[in-house]
């Protein structure tokens, strides 16, 4: 699937938004994630930052809302 193909898809995929950080403004596809998974947030290898080749780790806020559906369904701090 190329570039475009992808942003084609993206209105029916489910993200979270990336926010502050090294990554500030990214969108992470969570489709298909558990609820659980959402909850534990992720560590993504970057190269941007204080120190490339490291993690930049995102949580979610405990008992901000999440929307249901595609698109952009909550945010990682």
Same mark, same amino acid.
């Given at each position: 699937?190329?570039?475009? @193909?992808?942003?084609?898809? *993206?209105?029916? &995929?489910?993200?979270? @938004?990336?926010?502050? *950080?090294? =990554?500030?403004?990214?969108?992470?596809?969570?489709? *298909?994630?558990?609820? @659980? /998974?959402a909850e534990d947030g992720?560590? =993504?290898?970057? @190269?941007?930052? &204080?120190?490339?080749?490291?993690r930049a780790l995102y949580?979610?806020?405990?008992? /901000?809302? &999440?929307?249901? *559906?595609?698109?952009?369904?909550? &945010?990682?701090?």
């Amino acid at each position: 699937m190329n570039g475009d @193909e992808q942003l084609l898809n *993206g209105p029916h &995929r489910t993200y979270a @938004e990336l926010v502050g *950080g090294p =990554l500030d403004g990214l969108l992470v596809d969570i489709h *298909g994630w558990r609820t @659980e /998974e959402a909850e534990d947030g992720v560590a =993504l290898s970057t @190269e941007l930052g &204080r120190w490339p080749g490291g993690r930049a780790l995102y949580d979610p806020r405990p008992g /901000e809302p &999440r929307t249901p *559906g595609p698109g952009v369904s909550c &945010r990682f701090y």
